[in-house]
């Protein structure tokens, strides 16, 4: 069973998915392609949430990731938010047809809906290019808001050498995709992991791994670092 929330949030400009929201049922075509799949299942692995556990994803899309740990932990409680409303409703079908419970709301990730404190595993996959640099900075500290102290947030985005490219977008810099490549820059080296850090995480080694197609991706695990 799913269930979508509605938060009187202020609304605010997002990238879908795909760059354009009529784009957004292709996701799931293109997240096959690109080979996606393996790097959510080593997510769920360095999660390695407990029965019980409450997990978040961030910027969820259409849920896959959120399957994937329901697939593999039956009792862990999944909530997933993102602002894409077509997104959220294709993760929900999905959900059901896997027969997974799991709570969708429609928010940003610069704003979580969640009390302090409520979340033992928090999951944020290949949405952070999709922020700027102050938002990329507000989602932490959310992330850090909401998780609990021995919490851990697992992160994914695209790793970038010097004067590299991004995962396979083209190399038009107008409108979404523009914006994305532009944002992508953050991600040069280890700056991504330096974000987190300064966010005020211990963060472990970054794993990289290179999809079928496209660039490669780093994996940031993360431990909230003392007191705030
Ligand atoms: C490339 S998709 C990744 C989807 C999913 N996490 C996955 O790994 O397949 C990026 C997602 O981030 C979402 N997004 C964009 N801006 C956001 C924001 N401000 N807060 C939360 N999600 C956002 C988009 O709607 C989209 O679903």
Redesign the pocket.
Known sequence: MTERTSHPQVE?D????LGKQFLTPL?DVV?HVFG?APV?EEMVTLSAPRDGHRVL??????G??LRSTGKRHRDVELVG????AK?LSRAGRKARRAGLRMRLDR????ELPYPDGSFDVVFS???LH??DGP?KDA?LAEVRRVLRPDGLLVL?DAVLEEHGHGIGWGRRNRGARGRMREQMRDNVGDAVSRRIAAAGFTVEPTRITALRIGGKIGIEVARPSGPD
Do not use: E, K, W
């Open positions: 605010r997002y990238i879908p998915g996701y997240h996606l959510h994803d961030v910027g969820c899309g259409t896959n990731l938010l993102d602002p894409d997104a928010g940003f990730a610069q996959s290949l949405m999709h922020l938002s989602l994914a």
